[in-house]
């Protein structure tokens, strides 16, 4: 996570080529921003493709699966704040 507030949030992923994520939805809407590499995305019944450069809308409460064709770096926004990323970054960051 690199900055967050109740209302948004913004996460850095990096990815493995082959990598592939869990089929899953949630209600934030989330901005992804391809910096680097090239990703599939399956939603609502489509395939996209997105490159270095390229930029997508996942709706909240869309079920969605993305994959890594290369090695990728990647930016999500979400909207509002997701909850669990936010408690997963507190149980592994030192307490200050």
Known sequence: MLAHNNQLMLVRHYFEKGWVGTRHSHPHTQLVYVVSGAIRAE??????????GDSFVV???VEHQASAIEVSEVLD??????EDYRELVNKTSPAF
């Open 43 to 52: 939603m609502d019944g489509r395939v996209i493709e997105a490159r270095a």
């Open 59 to 61: 709706d909240g409460g």
């Open 77 to 82: 926004v979400f909207t509002p704040a997701r």
